[in-house]
């Protein structure tokens, strides 16, 4: 059965930094393409970043470049996100997911999700 556990978030003022963490299990994580999405209240899911199975390749939403690194650990099974400069418009549910379809790791039709963690941005 796969697991995807996300943790690490909480409440933070304008500017502050947060690392979320994800950590995997049932799946051969080298394998798979990670990425971490959120959903803010009233709003789509919306991508945040990705990161290639092996670490090579990483992706960004405009939104967060700069600001946020996605990196990975294959030998632990997790994937990391650490946030920076965080702004009051970053407050969502976060959300870790997992694909090894090799399609765009921007897309949202990932194979498994996790139930994610609620980060707050207070201004």
């Known amino acids: 059965q796969v697991q995807l556990v996300e943790s690490g978030g909480g409440l933070v003022q304008a500017g502050g930094s947060l690392r979320l963490s994800c950590a995997a299990s049932?799946?051969?994580?080298?394998?798979?393409?990670m990425g971490w999405f959120r959903q803010a209240p009233g709003k789509e899911r919306e991508f945040v970043a990705a990161?290639?199975?092996?670490?090579?390749?990483?992706y960004y939403a405009d939104s967060v470049k700069g600001r946020f690194t996605i990196s990975r650990d294959n030998a632990k099974n997790t994937v990391s996100l650490q946030m920076n400069s965080l702004k009051p418009e970053d407050t969502a549910v976060y959300y870790c997911a997992a694909r090894r379809d090799g399609r765009d790791p921007t897309r949202s039709d990932y194979h498994y999700w996790g139930r994610g963690t609620q980060v707050t941005v207070s201004s």
């Open positions: 990161i290639s199975w092996s670490g090579t390749y990483t």
């Open positions: 049932g799946l051969a994580f080298s394998t798979y393409a």
